[in-house]
T-cell receptor, first 117, second 114 residues
Framework: DTGVSQDPRHKITKRGQNVTFRCDPISEHNRLYWYRQTLGQGPEFLTY????????KSRLLSDRFSAERPKGSFSTLEIQRTEQGDSAMYLC???????????????FGEGSWLTVV | AQSVTQLDSQVPVFEEAPVELRCNYS??????LFWYVQYPNQGLQLLLK??????LVESINGFEAEFNKSQTSFHLRKPSVHISDTAEYFC????????????FGTGTRLTIIP
């Protein structure tokens, strides 16, 4: 079990450019989450998938953000026309949901740092 | 909606002294409660969780937390801290019932003083 992996770990981009982050969840985990964490704050929920279906999106996820999980395995998070306010760490997490009240543990990756200059 | 409050943004503690990191939550439904730890430049690691049953839960590295429903609290404690415990600690809640989405507090930075 290699854990949740994210790529790239660090990205510096100019304002207005597009960036894409990739997340590989723990194998066979059917749920995948994206969170955003800014300095001095706790992680904030962005969106999550169950297999390839995107089940919920936060209001934090503006139209410039899009997430996909086309084959129910890895996921990508794309930010178009980046703004300085997008600078943050983007965390991916996964879990194996087995049913209602399962209380499964969500495992986090090490995050992808984005700096928009 | 649910929310988590961690009142202490920073807690300095002498090595081998006890520590308590406070966490209070609000929710209109039953919740699951979690403590995650984040070491510098790393992602989040689960420290311990409360789902049901015994209100006192323990981690493998000496931390424990007690769920108090009447006070809507889930404070984290350790009787004797070590330098290696220096990290950011986040309390989180989820609603369960098929919705595992976590809502986090703002975190408490624990600094161990030699």
């Amino acid at each position: 079990d290699t854990g949740v992996s994210q790529d790239p770990r660090h990205k510096i981009t100019k304002r207005g450019q597009n960036v894409t982050f990739r997340c590989d969840p723990i194998s066979e985990h059917n749920r995948l989450y994206w969170y955003r964490q800014t300095l001095g704050q706790g992680p904030e929920f962005l969106t999550y998938f169950q297999n390839e279906a995107q089940l919920e999106k936060s209001r934090l996820l503006s139209d410039r953000f899009s997430a996909e999980r086309p084959k129910g395995s890895f996921s990508t998070l794309e930010i178009q026309r980046t703004e300085q306010g997008d600078s943050a760490m983007y965390l991916c997490a996964s879990s194996q949901w087995t049913g209602v009240n399962s209380g499964n543990t969500i495992y986090f990756g090490e995050g992808s740092w984005l700096t928009v200059v | 909606a649910q929310s988590v409050t961690q009142l202490d943004s920073q807690v300095p503690v002498f090595e081998e002294a006890p520590v308590e990191l406070r966490c209070n939550y609000s929710s209109s439904v039953s919740v699951y409660l979690f403590w995650y730890v984040q070491y510098p430049n790393q992602g989040l690691q689960l420290l311990l969780k409360y789902l049901s049953g015994s209100t006192l839960v323990e981690s493998i590295n000496g931390f424990e937390a007690e769920f108090n429903k009447s006070q809507t609290s889930f404070h984290l404690r350790k009787p004797s801290v070590h330098i290696s415990d220096t990290a950011e600690y986040f309390c989180a809640v989820s609603q369960g019932f098929g919705n595992e989405k976590l809502t986090f507090g703002t975190g408490t930075r624990l600094t161990i003083i030699p």
